[in-house]
Nanobody, 125 residues
Framework: HVQLVESGGGSVQAGGSLRLSCSVTGYTYSRYCMGWFRQAPGKEREGVAAISSDGSTSYSDSVKGRFTISQDSAKKNVYLQMNSLKPEDTAMYYC????????????????????WGQGTQVTVS
């Protein structure tokens, strides 16, 4: 049973930082893609960062240079360091894992991922 649990969200002032964590259990693929998505009220879910098992990363233009995705390969836990936060970063943030044993090869859209966490709220004022 695959389970993803996000943590680390909260409220922060513009310019501040947060570090999101995604604890992954039951996921057995040795080759994989993990992603972070976000969804603001009234907007579609968008991918912000992705990391493959080989360590390659991808970012959306809106967060490039401010956010950093990383992983603990041994545990398949994934992290998102968010710096220089802006009010437009306010959203529910979700982590996701690929449904098969493939690398990301870029920033993938939602259907690529088969496993999702429940989300953690980030509010920037």
């Amino acid at each position: 049973h695959v389970q993803l649990v996000e943590s680390g969200g909260g409220s922060v002032q513009a310019g501040g930082s947060l570090r999101l964590s995604c604890s992954v259990t039951g996921y057995t693929y040795s080759r994989y893609c993990m992603g972070w998505f976000r969804q603001a009220p009234g907007k579609e879910r968008e991918g912000v960062a992705a990391i493959s098992s080989d360590g390659s990363t991808s970012y959306s233009d809106s967060v490039k240079g401010r956010f950093t995705i990383s992983q603990d390969s041994a545990k398949k836990n994934v992290y998102l360091q968010m710096n220089s936060l802006k009010p437009e970063d306010t959203a529910m943030y979700y982590c996701a894992a690929s449904r098969t044993n493939v690398n990301c090869n870029g920033l993938r859209s939602s259907p690529f991922f088969g496993y999702w966490g429940q989300g953690t709220q980030v509010t920037v004022s």
